[in-house]
Nanobody, 117 residues
């Protein structure tokens, strides 16, 4: 099992910035992809950003150019720097970690991000 603990959510005005962090623990030796998903009320969970161990990041279209995902393999953390936030970025953000060949993987408990207009 892998445990993921997120931190850094909160309330921010449109145009502002937030940084989310996620620490992984447990059976983490075979984790390949780490990243972030989000789910707004009444909507499906969607990919925000992900990054492979030693690989390039991958972003959802709606956040390209505004969000930056980074990973520290030594510290078992993945972070999400969110700039130029918009009200439509409001959602619960979930950290995710996947072993190779796994479609869903492990989830954190989620952290709320609210962007006011």
């Amino acid at each position: 099992q892998v445990q993921l603990v997120e931190s850094g959510g909160g309330l921010v005005q449109a145009g502002g910035s937030l940084r989310l962090s996620c620490v992984a623990s447990g059976n983490i030796f075979n984790i390949n992809v780490m990243g972030w998903y989000r789910q707004a009320p009444g909507k499906q969970r969607e990919l925000v950003a992900s990054i492979r161990r030693g690989g390039s990041p991958n972003y959802g279209d709606s956040v390209k150019g505004r969000f930056t995902v980074s990973r520290d393999n030594a510290a078992n953390t993945v972070s999400l720097q969110m700039n130029s936030l918009k009200p439509e970025d409001t959602a619960v953000y979930y950290c995710n970690a996947k072993p190779p060949g796994v479609l869903i993987g492990y989830w954190g408990q989620g952290t709320q991000v609210t962007v006011s207009s």
